[in-house]
T-cell receptor
Framework: DAKTTQPPSMDCAEGRAANLPCNHS???????VYWYRQIHSQGPQYIIH???NNETNEMASLIITEDRKSSTLILPHATLRDTAVYYC?????????????????FGKGTHLIIQP | KAGVTQTPRYLIKTRGQQVTLSCSPI?????VSWYQQTPGQGLQFLFE???????NKGNFPGRFSGRQFSNSRSEMNVSTLELGDSALYLC?????????????FGPGTRLTVL
């Protein structure tokens, strides 16, 4: 799986858009970009994923650059409940966990703190 | 629709004991995966079950085992507990036909081994 780089922490004012960057310069053609978040003391939560087109759902928008080497997760109107660690991962769109020691792996992620 | 539920939420055991954790996936989800999460090692894959069969297993010793029932509920067992087994154990499920990468996680079971 391609390696990702995220800033360790970010602040954002409540009500403003939170823009979380992720670099994945070694991404392969068959790898998707996935975003998860983990609120303190809870399990990870799937947010959104994309291949090369911009994607939007009820939680967030995902902007992927044309060369696919970086992406930005956008929370349009951040609330205090959005304070969490956000993980960007790139993986092929496996239908199964894969052979051997596999499964999802997260890096350090970005600790997003929403300020009141 | 109810999310993934895990019981118990918190557990304290002593070294050498064994423990069984339970997971109920989202209704209709047949794939269940288990993960261990620690501050030092991060998220580590334990195993995945689908239709009562273990589909894949991570790099954990044989003390870690699991099973899945016909209603898709799953249990994992850790025997001869060690201090290093203290962790958050997460269960995740996904819809049939969806990518493995689109998992719905439960709140986890916080296991403390004394």
């Amino acid at each position: 799986d391609a390696k990702t780089t995220q800033p360790p922490s970010m602040d954002c004012a409540e009500g403003r858009a939170a823009n979380l960057p992720c670099n994945h310069s070694t991404i392969s053609g068959n790898e998707y970009v996935y975003w998860y978040r983990q609120i303190h003391s809870q399990g990870p939560q799937y947010i959104i994923h994309g291949l090369k087109n911009n994607e939007t759902n009820e939680m967030a928008s995902l902007i992927i650059t044309e060369d696919r080497k970086s992406s930005t997760l956008i929370l349009p109107h951040a609330t205090l409940r959005d304070t969490a660690v956000y993980y960007c991962i790139v993986r092929p769109r496996n239908m199964y966990s894969g052979g051997g020691a596999d499964g999802l792996t997260f890096g350090k992620g970005t600790h997003l703190i929403i300020q009141p | 629709k109810a999310g993934v539920t895990q019981t118990p939420r918190y557990l304290i055991k002593t070294r050498g004991q064994q423990v069984t954790l339970s997971c109920s996936p989202i209704s209709g989800h047949r794939s269940v995966s288990w993960y261990q999460q620690t501050p030092g090692q991060g998220l580590q894959f334990l195993f995945e079950y689908f239709s009562e069969t273990q589909r894949n297993k991570g790099n954990f010793p044989g003390r870690f085992s699991g099973r899945q029932f016909s209603n898709s509920r799953s249990e994992m067992n850790v025997s001869t507990l060690e201090l290093g087994d203290s962790a958050l154990y997460l269960c995740a499920s996904r819809r049939s036909g969806s990518s493995y990468n689109e998992q719905f996680f439960g709140p986890g079971t916080r296991l403390t081994v004394l």
